[in-house]
């Protein structure tokens, strides 16, 4: 296994408050208070959280609109993500839109493209520079499985191999790219074969099972870090819930979201790790309350923040004169759309929590 067994206590932990705070954006949307649509993720828990939690520091990100799990893995603040879904003035992208479309670049999160497979493309990219750094980083870089049937998809894949460069690909297959299920996408039963075409290993693993999953990236990561090039995992999930919170997903047999349920990824590792005497009644109880404390703070925060205001609407529409410092060079520090999130809001946002739970000395030994 790649993680100490007492990791696995901040794994739980990411994936409770991943849950809560899709659960509590989820209520603001029923309330009318977000504006636009919501895109959750119940169900991709394990995957998410997972294949984040084996990525050292200085290693970077391209998530998608279902990875909030690796956003607060990463160091992207709840805050600020309520922020952006009430589309507060203080929000990182300044109240101009909300999703999960947002990164912090000096925190080697890149913020998504809304074009499905255009972001890996821009995976390749940062993982080409430092790849010509010399540098021991790597990149991942989710895509769904509809998304793996874009051409950027099969370029970048293809790019990837030919220059070696250092990147985890992760498909999430959660079974729907909306109402389209993945017998009408594609005709293969793993989608990690897509690998194969362009000469890099390809792994399919139970996405809901997030031991799997950190042995199958701890392993894909470990290849990729080493200089081999670049590996595709695939982790089979299921989207619960509808394509966004305004779709009832009617066309997903009731059978097979009920079967889906009961692998819930959550509830499965709480047994493991209640069965394997990690997790305790107390120490279940003190992450619990950290959670909800969590949650609590970012949605009172994110209430409490102004909305944008009006007569700033024009701004950042066009690049200002002169020079463009390029993000993370030596004068890049100008607040730029990418990243206003620690650049402009600073202090507010610098919220996360610090995830170390400890399980009993017995149960770490074992
Ligand atoms: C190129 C492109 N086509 C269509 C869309 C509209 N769209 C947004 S999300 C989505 C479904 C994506 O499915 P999948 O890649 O499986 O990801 P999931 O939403 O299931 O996580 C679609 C069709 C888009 N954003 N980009
Ligand atoms: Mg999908």
Redesign the pocket.
């Known amino acids: 296994m790649g993680k100490e067994r007492a990791d696995l206590l901040q794994i739980y932990y990411f994936m409770r408050l991943t849950r809560a705070v899709e659960d509590r954006t989820r209520t603001l949307f029923l309330q009318g208070k977000v504006v636009g649509g919501v895109y959750t993720a119940q169900g991709h828990e394990a995957t998410t959280v997972g294949a984040a939690m084996m990525l050292s520091e200085g290693d970077c990100i391209v998530p998608q609109?279902?990875d909030l799990g690796m956003h607060l893995v990463r160091g992207t603040s709840p805050r600020a993500v309520m922020c952006q879904w009430l589309a507060r003035g203080n929000s990182p992208t300044l109240g101009r839109d909300n999703a999960l479309h947002i990164g912090d670049i000096h925190h080697g999160i890149v913020p998504s493209i809304?074009?499905?497979?255009e972001s890996l493309p821009v995976a390749c990219g940062v993982a080409l520079t430092m790849k010509m750094r010399k540098r021991s980083t790597i990149v991942m870089a989710p895509?769904?499985?509809?998304?793996t049937n874009?051409g950027p998809f099969h370029e970048a894949l293809n790019f990837a191999s030919v220059q070696k460069l250092p990147i985890v690909f992760i498909v999430?297959n959660?079974g729907?790219?909306?109402s389209t299920p993945t017998y009408k996408q594609f005709a293969l039963e793993n989608l990690s074969d897509r690998a194969l075409a362009y000469g890099m290993p390809g792994e399919s693993v139970d996405g809901n099972d997030v031991l799997a999953v950190i042995d199958a990236f701890g392993r894909a990561v470990e290849h990729v870090r080493s200089g081999k090039g670049p590996v595709l995992v695939e982790c089979k999930t299921f989207?619960v819930r509808g394509?966004s919170e305004a779709d009832q997903a009617g066309y997903v047999p009731k059978e097979l979201r009920e079967e889906w349920l009961v692998k819930d990824p959550i509830k499965r590792f709480e047994e493991y790790l209640t069965r394997e005497h990690i997790l305790t009644p107390a120490n279940k109880a003190e992450i619990e309350a950290k959670v909800k404390a969590v949650a609590d703070d970012a949605v009172s925060f994110a209430e409490q923040s102004p909305l944008p205001d009006p007569a700033t609407v024009a701004d950042y529409v066009f690049a200002p004169d002169g020079p463009i410092a390029i993000v993370g060079e030596p004068g890049a520090l100008d607040p730029r759309y990418v990243n206003a999130l620690d650049r402009r809001i600073g202090e507010p946002f610098n919220t996360v929590v610090e995830a170390r739970f400890s399980a009993p000395e017995e149960a770490v030994r074992r």
């Open positions: 609109h279902r809304s074009m499905l497979g895509c769904g499985d509809g998304g874009t999430e959660n729907y790219a909306y989207r394509h």
